[in-house]
């Protein structure tokens, strides 16, 4: 089974631009979760979307949007972009939470 | 709100030797899940070993085990027989189980040197 894939790997924007990330879900999974890991610090959880609703949201501003396609596939967008957005960004899919997260291998942001 | 929390940014354990990682955390939940992840430097999260809150034995996974105390609310990682590929950031994580988005509690984890 294929696991969850990120793209782009990385990326580097302007402050003020707009960006937007994408995560395909692995096989058989219809949640999906969006983290931001900055530097030497531990995830923290941005928005979850099940069957393409977004059914939860940690403490981000608006600017800070999703997506989730019939697929099952995902899109995250920052609007605005600010140097502390300069982060890893973690797609993570799960068919059921009490088995935890399959994770991506992430989206390295550098806004300058 | 929940909190997680490693008290051990970093340890070093010589290979084959056993280390012990510790986690602890704060909900006022009575059903809840518990995870260890491992981040090595490719970036990816992956799962180690879960537990569920209701369950009072320890999960194991070959080499990895956790010692749970509910009371205690306390989490550690057992990993037996350390071998140099186990060199990564681990991280803790609750995810409860009541509520309608089922989004993982990091703590802020314990980077793991095994030398040789």
């Known amino acids: 089974e294929t696991g969850v894939t990120q793209s782009p790997t990385h990326l580097i924007k302007t402050r003020g631009q707009q960006v937007t990330l994408r995560c395909s879900s692995q096989?058989?999974?219809?949640?999906v979760s969006w983290y931001q890991q900055a530097l030497g610090q531990g995830p923290q959880f941005i928005f979850q979307?099940?069957?393409?609703?977004?059914?939860g949201r940690g403490n981000f501003p608006p600017r800070f949007s999703g997506l989730q396609f019939p697929n099952y596939s995902s899109e995250l967008n920052v609007n605005a972009l600010e140097l502390d957005d300069s982060a890893l960004y973690l797609c993570?899919?799960?068919?059921?939470?009490?088995?935890?997260?399959?994770f991506g291998s992430g989206t390295r942001l550098t806004v300058v | 709100a929940q909190t997680v929390t490693q008290s051990q940014p970093e340890m070093s354990v010589q290979e084959a030797e056993t280390v012990t990682l510790s986690c602890t955390y704060d909900?006022?939940?009575?059903?809840?899940?518990l995870f260890w992840y491992k981040q090595p430097p490719s970036r990816q999260m992956i799962l180690v070993i879960r537990?569920?809150?209701?369950?009072?034995q320890n999960a194991t996974e070959n080499r990895f085990s956790v010692n749970f105390q509910k009371a205690a609310k306390s989490f550690s990682l057992k990993i037996s027989d350390s071998q140099l590929g186990d060199t990564a950031m681990y991280f803790c994580?609750?995810?409860?189980?009541?509520?309608?988005?089922?989004?993982?509690?990091f703590g802020t984890g314990t980077r793991l040197q095994v030398t040789l």
């Open positions: 993570a899919s799960s068919s059921f939470r009490g088995y935890g997260y399959t």
């Open positions: 096989s058989g999974h219809n949640t």
């Open positions: 979307y099940y069957r393409e609703e977004e059914n």
């Open positions: 909900t006022s939940e009575s059903n809840y899940y």
């Open positions: 537990q569920e809150a209701y369950k009072q």
């Open positions: 994580a609750f995810m409860t189980d009541t509520g309608t988005a089922s989004k993982l509690t």
